[in-house]
């Protein structure tokens, strides 16, 4: 854990409490955008960590912390950004107008730390959108987990309506933190060359490969494959048969049978793919470092064989 995490006397009280207090599962850290969620959640995973099995659950596809932006992701502790135990595509780097992706992303982690055994699961939340759809994400993420802890970071009351609603149940219980002192306002460009630095960094082993488009389900935002404007440069999810994202591509285009998907993507294996999940999300692959031709060829590209082709 970083050295230089300001820890105030209240994470304290808060870390006895955990280990001390009575037994839980599932802790949510919420709280507005910059409000240092990540922070606190990464160090009460590894406080927690030293005496039970816990595991993290990265919830944000903005400013992810483990694996790329448009993803959740399910990881050990302590954490490496470049590994994760499982991945759930969302398909945007905001959950605005991918509100059920979102949901059933972070129901389907919370299931499988269950499979991983965790006796205890820290779970980092989005920046809350103080507005109808964010409040209702909000809810609905506490209605469908029910989480043991919810640890609300908040500057004002931003959470209150929200917090509200559960007021008379036994879960979850709340508790209320300031922002520390020690959170440094990250403005939208340093969010953004965030972001293009966590893609950079997936997308460095990135080929030109192709898969079946026949043979598979597609979902999500599934645009009209027989417009190249409308699938250029979109992300993908390539899904196996649990729903778990194995690896993303961007979509270069699909060939004139609509038979076959042609994207940039790390190495994975085809087999193991049964569905692709488009989402909104378009990235220039020239940004995240992987060359291009100004037009994508018309004919088939050469293909190495090693790779994802069937
Ligand atoms: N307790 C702390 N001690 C030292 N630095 C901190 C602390 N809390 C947050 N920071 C710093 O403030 C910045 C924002 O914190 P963090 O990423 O945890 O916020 P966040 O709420 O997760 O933001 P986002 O809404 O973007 O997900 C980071 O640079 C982080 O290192
Ligand atoms: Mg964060």
Redesign the pocket.
Known sequence: MDI????SAEWEALRERLLHGPPWRTLMVA?P????????ARWLAAQVNEHYRTLFLDA?P??SLVGPPTTLALSRVPIDPDRWLRLRFVGHISPEGHLLQMLSGLVRLVEAARWHRAQRLVI?L??HMANDAGRELFFQMLDVIRPDYVVA?QREDELEPVLRCFRRGRRPRIVRLPV?E???E?DRWV?SDYRRERFRRYFAGARLRRLSVQARGLHGMVPALDNPEAVRHRLVALCDRHGFARVLGIVARCDAELAWLYFWAPPFRAREIATIQFGRFRLDPAEVGLVTRRRPPAGDVPLRTDVAEE
């Open positions: 230089d995490v300001a820890v709280g955008v910059n409000a240092g969620k990540t922070t606190l944000d903005g400013q980092d989005p920046g970071l520390a020690a959170v440094q990250r969010r």
